[in-house]
């Protein structure tokens, strides 16, 4: 079993960067697919960004890409998610995510963590 904690939500202006982590607790974090998903108010969860367990598969979404980058420490059973020029609409709870498959689908993964707020002014 793995339990995340993410961190590293805040509010930002428009054009900032923020850097979220995410730690799991657990003996099958190194070989756990790792992703990053956000809700809006009123929104779906969405899909962000995910890697694989040896960081040889990454996956962004469109909205995302060039802007924001995933990586993890397997060491430090964590995972990142570096986001760059944010904008207003990057505005959500974010959430990372742990499961056997890597990919842009929620029900790839079976555990979550609570989630961080991130708010990009304009």
């Known amino acids: 079993q793995?339990?995340?904690?993410?961190?590293?939500?805040?509010?930002?202006?428009?054009g900032g960067s923020l850097r979220l982590s995410c730690a799991a607790s657990g003996r099958t974090?190194?070989?756990?697919?790792?992703?990053?998903f956000r809700q809006a108010p009123g929104k779906e969860r969405e899909f962000?960004?995910?890697?694989?367990?040896?960081?040889?598969?990454?996956?962004?979404?469109?909205?995302?890409k060039g802007r924001f980058t995933i990586s993890r420490d397997n060491a430090k059973s964590t995972v990142y998610l570096q986001m760059n020029s944010l904008k207003p609409e990057d505005t959500a709870v974010y959430y990372c995510a742990a499961g056997h498959y890597v990919g842009r689908y929620a029900n790839f993964y079976d555990y979550w963590g609570q989630g961080t707020q991130v708010t990009v002014s304009s």
Do not use: I
Request: proline share 0%.
């Open 2 to 14: 793995v339990q995340l904690v993410e961190s590293g939500g805040g509010l930002v202006q428009a």
């Open 48 to 64: 962000v960004a995910a890697l694989s367990w040896s960081g040889d598969s990454t996956y962004l979404a469109n909205s995302v």
């Open 29 to 36: 974090f190194s070989r756990s697919a790792m992703g990053w």
